[in-house]
């Protein structure tokens, strides 16, 4: 068909390495707020479960707030809101990073609370009866075969993250998305390019939870 | 009414049934036992193609279940099957379970469909129950619903898979008071079961199976007298020891 | 923190005409709710038929099921979108396309409701499909034992349980597609992302404006809850689990 005649791939060969610099920016990004997010989601977790009832109130607040607003939103609330508070403006980058972490956490907190409560109650005597602190008996027995349980569901979340990255776009944050469409625009190929990029994300997601069900089909045979 | 001809079936690799034939004529009872695992529930589904075959034919009411023509829906709608678990549709009423079969598949009316069911569940005894759902029931009770259920397709023959075994004891036999009543009436009937008090009562024959054979089909006097096999001796002492 | 704040600006008027800054918003709600419904329809529809299909004894239509619930799920809601927008009018033939680039009446609405349609349909089909496969092998096997065909197995046993026990992940899948409308203000759909953003330009009372917009996003979803609530409750089977006895 005459249409795809039209079509010019041969402008992606030389805008690699600026697309790499993009892809390199959602990496960092998704692993920075993965990491953070995990950390700050599983303090969530903890608070929400303490017997501290204004401890566990802010915090149900807080992952409730964050689950029930557009992600969108929230991108364009932190980077109106922080350089206001801050004094000074904000990279649109630097932004994005503490966006992501703030809210993945609330996502994030959700599992690790799942995964708390599915360590059987035993386990925490267990560890009382050794004479372990609360803190000892949180990060020795039951956090880790929390995050065990929630491998899986952990790492999916993260594939989502992944995807969400793009919206950065909002703000203008160069990742692999904005880098696409920043070369696009540079050899007048934006077609090409919304294509190739579709591409790279589904290849690295598609990869990503082939991996997810693999090791899920593992874990499952362990237990 | 119901010929297995050297029927063998495979999951994959693994042979649940080996040349099994056997044969049930109009009116007879045959009680299927043997140990778990020993391919009863497959045989039964068999008959009425739940489960494919890869070898060998049955016949019922002179269709062939494994010619891939045979329109197996039409066939299944005239072979009343009921099961371990009784699996009646949750979310519809007792009076729906009923009349969704009679309805939707021998396009009866809603008003004959509903009368024949109030006239089934007289005959279970459940009458009052009509509007309930089956949640609401006690096992005894859905199982007899589900025997009505298949019932209510006017059946020329039922299958039972195990009907009493998720049952708890002191239910038993309000549904085996509503199978005997049915063999009694001249029903064809092919039941999987371990009720020995069962079998003795109404049983024309008692098929021994093990390991997907069939090891023993003898009349039922001759399978509860002596002569037989050791694997199905063993079984019966094992049954009938408590 | 010098922050003028300024709580009536709601009413003032737009710097470019006689709109208040309210109408904005409430314009922009309905956009919201008008592409989040309709894209709600298509993925309710799409979804249910195509994760059905991935639980049916068929080789082939399991694996188309398979390939459009991987393809919807792999890339970003955003890239999907611009594909949508500009790469797909370029594969269509040529009058179609002139007429799409062209003509095409609320392009970007359509467009933006396709797109979240399909891309939430991979969900939803995933929930169905997990609804189906939990219900015990039996019901289907009773379903054809007493004469449905498999079509009517699905019709009146399978699928009736099913939708009711996934009503929960549905739920959270209604609210999903609301927050994700948010997306389209990247085509230009005037939904409310797009009026925020444009109100706090055309204001510059960001906090003012983003608390209203979050707040209008917040009674949306929790009457998406609520709506799903209902149903839940209407269509609970007494005697089953959750059910009233
Ligand atoms: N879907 C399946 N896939 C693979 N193997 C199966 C399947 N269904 C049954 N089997 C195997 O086939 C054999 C026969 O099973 P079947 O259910 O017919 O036994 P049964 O005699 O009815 O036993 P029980 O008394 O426990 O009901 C068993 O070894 C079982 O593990
Ligand atoms: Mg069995």
Redesign the interface.
């Given at each position: 068909m005459?249409?795809f005649t039209?079509f010019d791939f041969s402008v992606i060969a030389p805008s690699l390495p600026f697309l790499w610099e993009g892809l390199k920016f959602t990496a960092k990004l998704t692993l920075i707020a993965m990491a953070g997010g995990i950390f700050l989601g599983t303090l969530l977790a903890l608070a929400r479960l303490s017997s501290i009832t204004p401890l566990a109130m802010v915090a149900t607040w807080y992952v409730n707030l964050m689950r029930?607003?557009?992600?969108?939103?929230v991108i364009?609330?932190f980077f109106?809101?922080i350089p206001?508070?801050t004094?000074k403006p904000m990279g649109a980058e630097t932004s994005a990073i503490i966006t992501f972490t703030a809210f993945e956490a609330a996502y994030f907190s959700e599992i690790m609370r799942a995964g708390i409560q599915s360590v059987p109650r035993g386990q925490v005597y267990a560890g009382q009866a050794l004479g372990m602190t609360y803190w000892q008996t949180m990060s020795y027995v039951v956090l880790p075969q929390a995050f065990r349980n929630m491998l899986p569901i952990l790492l999916t979340q993260t594939i989502i993250l992944f995807?969400?990255?793009?919206?950065v776009?909002?703000i203008g944050a160069k990742d692999l998305?904005k880098a696409a469409e920043i070369a696009g625009k540079n050899y007048g190929r934006?077609?090409e390019m919304?294509?190739f990029?579709?591409l790279v994300?589904?290849v690295i997601?598609?990869a990503l939870?082939y991996l997810v069900k693999h090791l899920q089909a593992r874990t499952a045979i362990v237990r | 009414m119901i010929k297995i001809a050297n029927i063998s079936k495979w999951y994959g690799q693994f042979r649940v049934l080996t040349d099994c034939s056997t044969q049930i004529t109009k009116g007879e009872v045959v009680v299927v036992c043997g140990p778990s695992g020993s391919g009863k529930s497959t045989l039964i589904k068999c008959v009425n193609g739940l489960e494919p075959f890869q070898q060998g034919d049955i016949i019922v009411n002179d269709i062939s279940i494994g010619d891939p023509k045979t329109n197996l829906p039409q066939l299944r709608a005239h072979v009343g099957m009921v099961f371990q678990h009784f699996e009646l549709f949750p979310h519809m009423t007792i009076t729906q379970n009923l009349t969704i079969g009679q309805v939707k598949v021998l396009g009866r009316s809603k008003d004959e469909a509903h009368q024949r069911a109030l006239q089934l569940l007289d005959r279970v005894g459940l009458n009052s129950q009509a509007d309930k759902f089956p949640g609401q029931l006690s096992g005894g009770q859905q199982q007899r619903v589900a025997i009505a259920r298949a019932l209510a397709m006017d059946p020329i023959c039922m299958l039972f898979d195990e009907p009493t075994s998720a049952l708890d004891p002191e239910m038993i036999n309000e549904v085996l008071d509503v199978m005997v009543g049915l063999a009694n009436e001249g029903m064809t009937m092919m039941v999987v079961s371990h009720e020995m008090g069962f079998a003795r009562k109404v049983a024309n024959r008692v098929i021994f199976m093990d390991n997907g054979s069939i090891v023993e089909d003898a009349a039922t006097e001759e399978f509860f007298g002596t002569p037989r096999s050791e694997r199905a001796q063993l079984f019966l002492s094992k049954i009938l020891s408590h | 923190m010098n922050y003028h704040w300024n709580w009536g600006i709601f009413l003032q008027q737009v710097q470019s005409g006689d709109e208040t800054y309210l109408d904005w918003l409430i314009s922009g709600l309905g956009w919201t709710v008008a592409v989040a419904l309709a894209a709600w329809l298509i993925a309710l529809v799409l979804g249910s038929l195509i994760g059905t299909l991935r639980t049916v004894p068929n080789r082939g239509l399991a694996m188309v099921a398979t390939a459009h619930v991987e393809l919807f799920r792999n890339i970003p809601l955003l890239v999907q979108l611009l594909l949508w927008f500009f790469v797909v009018p370029e594969l269509l033939p040529r009058d179609l396309s002139l007429w799409v680039k062209q003509d095409m009446p609320a392009k970007e609405f359509f467009t933006a409701v396709i797109c979240l349609g399909l891309f939430t349909s991979a969900r939803v089909a995933e929930q169905v499909r997990a609804g189906i496969q939990s219900l015990s092998r039996g019901q289907k096997m009773a379903g054809l034992a007493i004469g449905f065909t498999l079509p009517q197995t699905y019709r009146y046993v399978l699928l009736p349980m099913a939708f009711r026990i996934i009503i929960p992940p549905l739920t959270s899948e209604f609210m999903n597609i609301i927050k994700n409308s948010s997306v389209a203000f990247a085509i230009g759909v005037l939904e409310l992302t797009f009026q925020a953003r444009q109100m706090q330009e055309d204001s510059e009372q960001g906090i003012e404006t983003y608390l209203a917009v979050t707040l209008l996003y917040f009674i949306v979803a929790f009457s998406a809850n609520r709506g799903m609530a209902l149903i839940e409750r209407r269509t609970r089977v007494p005697g089953y689990i959750g059910g009233a006895k």
């Open positions: 005459s249409f039209q029930s607003i557009p992600l969108l939103m364009l609330w109106l809101v206001i508070f004094g995807q969400d990255t793009s919206l776009y909002a998305l934006p077609i919304y294509v990029v579709a994300y589904f997601c598609f939870s | - | -």
